[in-house]
Nanobody, 114 residues
């Protein structure tokens, strides 16, 4: 399973970005996809996750600002990030759980300027 993430960039505070993560390979048992982030000097933390039934879960810090969604036909998860804050600056990683195994994509850098 390979994950390709895209959509990061530089944005001013209050702006928006949308991240995409597409899974390819043996994904017929794709159960959940999620986004994590890691800021400099900090541990990686969960941002949002969506499971096959479209149940979602968010970190408290992003609730009401970020929305995770998925297109099952494309094996793609999206993270719509609105009202971005400087503290959202981090490398964002997507993951996918396929048949009980977790796979990680490469990170995409999101920088929010004040």
């Amino acid at each position: 399973v390979q994950l390709q993430a895209s959509g990061g960039g530089l944005v001013q505070a209050g702006g928006s970005l949308r991240l995409s993560c597409t899974a390819s390979g043996s994904v017929f048992r794709l159960n959940a996809m999620g986004w994590y982030r890691q800021a400099p000097g900090k541990q990686r933390e969960l941002v949002a996750i969506i499971i096959r039934s479209d149940k979602t879960n968010y970190a408290d810090s992003v609730k009401g600002r970020f929305t995770i969604s998925r297109d099952n036909a494309k094996n793609t998860a999206y993270l719509q990030m609105n009202s971005l804050k400087p503290e959202d600056t981090a490398v964002y990683y997507c993951d996918a759980i396929v048949g009980g195994t977790t796979y990680w994509g490469q990170g995409t850098l999101v920088t929010v300027s004040s």
